[in-house]
């Protein structure tokens, strides 16, 4: 856990997260490459004492088997995938794909973040459990 917030919950983490984004997205503005504001995004939450992990190779499992991978964009303080996009406008493929990922990894929330606009556009998703 990092020194910088003593136990978040999952919504303070992901808040917090938004809060680092729009000061990159704010500094840089849109028009740079995802691989950019992702580095922008990783140096900040460092920063700001976070725990980043970028790049992230993770297996995916099929009946207790292993059949295929999927990196991550970012996975911060092992508690919230944060999927990077830098493109015009957001859209539902978009999304799924980073339900897929809490799916596959069993981390319960993720943030879509897109720089590639004149502000920055968000996201939340959350993992869906059997019993829902």
Do not use: W
Request: a negative charge.
């Amino acid at each position: 856990m990092n020194q910088a917030n003593d136990n978040p919950t999952p919504y303070d983490l992901a808040g917090r997260v938004i809060g680092c984004a729009m000061k990159v997205h704010s500094t840089l503005g849109a028009g740079f490459l995802e691989s950019v504001y992702q580095n922008a995004l990783a140096h900040e939450l460092r920063k700001t004492g976070f725990h980043v992990e970028t790049e992230v190779r993770l297996n995916v499992f099929y009946d207790a088997i292993v059949i295929g991978t999927f990196d991550a964009d970012m996975i911060v303080d092992k508690s919230l995938i944060v999927e990077n996009k830098a493109v015009s406008k957001l859209n539902p493929a978009h999304e799924v794909q980073l339900v897929n990922y809490l799916t596959a990894t069993r981390i319960d929330e993720g943030l879509l973040l897109n720089f590639g606009g004149d502000s920055l556009e968000f996201k939340k998703k959350y993992r869906k459990h059997p019993h829902q």
